[in-house]
Nanobody, 124 residues
Framework: QVQLVESGGGSVQAGSSLRLFCEAS????????LAWFRQSPDNERELVAH????????SYSDSVKGRFTFSQDSAKRKAYLQMDSLKPEDTAMYYC?????????????????WGQGTQVTVSS
């Protein structure tokens, strides 16, 4: 059974930093991509950042570009999200995601595996 486990969330002041961590287990193959999504109350789950495991290329949503940094380990089992200059609007549940296909992470519908989420709360 594939499991994605996130950690690193918390409550911080605006302008602070947090680093999220995701570790995958139970998958015998190689994921095509890893990603971080987030969802706040009354909003849809949105893509924050994702990376292609084969090329290590990364992509970010406009709202976090320049502030967040996505990275993954060489074994393609761990993903990180360094979040700097946090804003109150970054407050959300953050979910780690993985897909078998390389383009599966570009939307919610393409994701094959989800973590349980880790809460990030940013106060002004």
């Amino acid at each position: 059974q594939v499991q994605l486990v996130e950690s690193g969330g918390g409550s911080v002041q605006a302008g602070s930093s947090l680093r999220l961590f995701c570790e995958a287990s139970g998958y015998s193959g190689t994921f095509g991509c890893l990603a971080w999504f987030r969802q706040s109350p009354d909003n849809e789950r949105e893509l924050v950042a994702h990376g292609w495991t084969s090329t290590r290329h990364t992509s970010y949503s406009d709202s976090v570009k320049g502030r967040f940094t996505f990275s993954q380990d060489s074994a393609k089992r761990k993903a990180y999200l360094q979040m700097d200059s946090l804003k109150p609007e970054d407050t959300a549940m953050y979910y780690c995601a993985a897909a078998r296909g390389s383009d599966g992470c570009v939307s919610r519908e393409g994701v094959d595996y989800w973590g349980q989420g880790t809460q990030v709360t940013v106060s002004s």
